[in-house]
């Protein structure tokens, strides 16, 4: 058992839509269809969710999607920030068609924490995002940065931008940026479809230069970090990891809830959700589902996890790396949606 009477991060999709067509993208954004559409949350669903997850004690509720901010009645969404007492809200965005106006309304709402992705410097974001955004993509990171009190830029390496990802490191750290996490593609949505998944060996190479250049750049003048647990057997994890899709310091002590409420824990080998927030609160699915996580934690030793991390990289069967995420299994299998 985790010991933990409530999560210490959830994330939480807004939407399944966006506004690109990024190769990688684990929700299969443009190709969802209708019936799972129509079963998303409510805006009102979504703002009793965050205030439920405030009253457990979550430390932090991370908005993402697609991308949260098109999402019909998101702005309505973002009135529930000034109520919460205890959680921090960070927004995962993509920053690529904001007006200045919108971005001052993210920051207003009390928002002080923002993620911004970003896969490359122009040439490589363009084939890694198909549209031609990247210099609105900076400048409203930029505007975002200089308003908010937390903020990092995410770069997902994958097959297309491995070459790249240390440009765009210097690149924004030349534009005044001072935090990037590298986050490995995994097998959910098209990253695994499009073998995007890098090597082992590729993934080591990636590591080593990280290395070097935090040896070579204090992270008080900029602080890149690999966010990918299990890659050297024995390696001690960092105190605490940043990003919400990987343990945050102990594993289980993170939910995800997905844009039709099913909650589910590790995205590595939780084959199913923990429940439903259409059926029951998130702190009864919570309480109900520590003896199914104790279950899991026995199956699935550190060890074991490592081997699944990779086995998806070295997959090659004729229709790639199987299906990995419940929302995969959904679109492609017709599996159940609540």
Known sequence: MTGYTAPVRASLDVTYACDLRCIHCRTNTGEIPVHIRRKMLSIEQLQDIMLQLDRMGTFEITLTGGEPTIRKGFWQLLDVVPKLRHSTVTLITNAAAHTREQLDR?????????????????????????????????????????????????????????HNVFDLAHYLRAHGFRRQDLILVRAHGRGGRNRLL????????????????????????????????????????????DVVMFPYLVRDSSIAISATGDVTMSRL??????????????????????????????????ERLREIFWDFATSDGPDGPPLTSLLDRQIFEGAEVR
């Open 106 to 162: 993210i920051v207003d709402s009390g928002i002080s924490s923002i993620r911004v992705s970003m896969d490359g410097t122009r040439e490589t974001f363009a084939a890694v995002r198909l549209m031609d955004v990247f210099d609105t993509v900076v400048e409203n990171s930029i505007y975002l940065r200089d308003r908010v009190r937390s903020f990092k830029v995410l770069t997902t390496v994958m097959k297309t931008n491995q």
């Open 198 to 241: 890098l090597t082992e060996e590729e993934t080591m190479a990636v590591h080593r230069k990280v290395t070097e250049f935090k040896r070579d750049v204090p992270a008080t003048d900029f602080d890149l970090n690999l966010n990918a647990p299990y890659l050297v057997p024995g390696e001690k994890l960092r105190p605490f990891q």
């Open 269 to 302: 080998y939780s084959a199913a959700p923990l429940g439903n927030t259409k059926d029951a609160p998130v702190q009864e699915i919570w309480t109900q589902g520590q003896q199914q996580l104790v279950q899991e934690q026995e199956e699935f030793t550190e």
